[in-house]
C-alpha cells in the first residue's frame, strides 16, 4: 500500500519509506524517485486529529483507550460543514437553471429588504415646524405649501439663472416651537404636477441655529430624496438657501413640494 510521502520505485512501482535509498523490492536506485502525494479529494477534509492509541498495560491488561480531547466535535463540525458546502452549491445551481425557485428566493430577500427598510425608517419620528417663511414667493405657491404633507402643492419663488448680476437670493426659513435635534431632511423637488415646467433645486445650503452648515446636492427627480442631517442639535431654526437650480425653459423661477424633517427615538 502506497501511503502520502513514500517514494514510488521507478522501476517496479514499489511504495518505499522516505528515508530508503534503494527499493525495497527490486533494489533501483530511488534518488529520482516520485513521491506519493495526498488525492485533491483529501485535502477538503480536515484531519480527525490524532488516532486513539492504547497507553500501556497495567498488570497485564491493557489500559482503556482515550480519545483526542476535542476529536468528537471537530469531526461533527467537518461534517456540517462538507454538508452546508453541498446544499449552497445544489441552491446556486437551482437558482441559476430553475426559474420558479429563482423567483421564490428574490421574493423572499425582497421581503427581508422590506423589513429591514421598515425596522430602520420606524425609529424616525417627524418633527413639524411651527412656521416657514420666504423672503418671496410667487402667488399661491406660498411657504405654507412646504410642510403641508401634500406633494400635489408646491412652494415657488422667482428666480432668473440668467439676471444681470446674478439671481436674487431665494430664502426659506424654519422655525420649531422648542428646540430640537434633527437627523434626516426628505425633499420633495418641483411642481409634481408640471415638474419639467418649473426650476428645481439644485443645491441647497442649511444653516442651523448653532451656526454649523450643511450643503445639500439634490438629483433632478420628483422622488423624495432623503438626507442625514450631522450635528443638527439644540435647533431653534434652519435657514435654507437654494444656491443652484435645474433652470426650466418656460418659467423662470424654483419650486419645492415638501420638507420634512426627522428625528431618531432615543
Not at 10 to 32: I, K, V
Not at 97 to 116: C, D, G, K, L, S
Not at 185 to 192: K, R, W
Not at 207 to 225: I, Y
Request: hydrophobic share 40%; charged share 25%.
Amino acid at each position: 500500500m502506497i501511503r502520502p510521502g513514500d517514494l514510488i520505485c521507478g522501476d517496479c512501482g514499489q511504495g518505499n519509506s522516505p528515508t530508503r535509498r534503494f527499493c525495497a523490492r527490486c533494489g533501483y536506485e530511488l534518488r529520482e524517485a516520485e513521491v506519493a502525494r495526498i488525492p485533491w479529494w483529501r485535502r477538503l477534509r480536515r484531519r480527525r486529529g490524532p488516532r486513539v492509541v492504547a497507553l500501556g498495560t497495567v498488570d497485564g491488561q491493557q489500559s482503556e483507550a482515550v480519545p483526542a480531547p476535542g476529536g468528537g466535535f471537530a469531526a461533527f463540525w467537518t461534517q456540517v460543514k462538507i454538508v452546508a458546502g453541498i446544499v449552497f452549491g445544489l441552491s446556486m445551481m437551482l437558482y441559476a437553471t430553475w426559474a420558479p425557485f429563482r423567483n421564490t428566493v428574490n421574493e423572499q430577500a425582497a421581503e427581508v429588504r422590506a423589513t429591514a427598510r421598515g425596522l430602520l425608517e420606524s425609529q424616525y419620528s417627524p418633527v413639524r415646524p411651527a412656521k416657514v417663511t420666504a423672503e418671496r414667493s410667487v402667488k399661491g405657491h406660498g411657504t405654507k405649501h412646504l410642510v403641508d404633507l401634500n406633494t400635489a402643492t408646491y412652494w415657488s419663488a422667482p428666480y432668473d439663472a440668467r439676471a444681470q448680476g446674478g439671481p436674487e437670493k431665494v430664502v426659506v426659513m424654519v422655525e420649531f416651537d422648542r428646540v430640537v435635534r434633527l437627523d434626516q431632511l426628505i425633499v420633495t423637488a418641483g411642481a409634481q404636477d408640471a415638474f419639467t415646467e418649473h426650476g428645481r433645486p439644485r443645491q441647497m445650503m442649511l444653516t442651523f441655529t448653532n451656526e454649523k452648515q450643511m450643503r445639500l446636492q439634490l438629483k433632478d427627480t420628483a422622488k423624495p430624496q432623503k438626507f442625514s442631517l450631522d450635528d443638527a442639535t439644540g435647533i431653534k431654526t434652519v435657514r435654507i438657501e437654494v444656491t443652484d437650480v435645474y433652470a426650466s425653459e418656460k418659467n423662470k423661477d424654483v419650486s419645492v413640494a415638501e420638507l420634512e424633517f426627522f428625528s431618531l427615538l432615543a
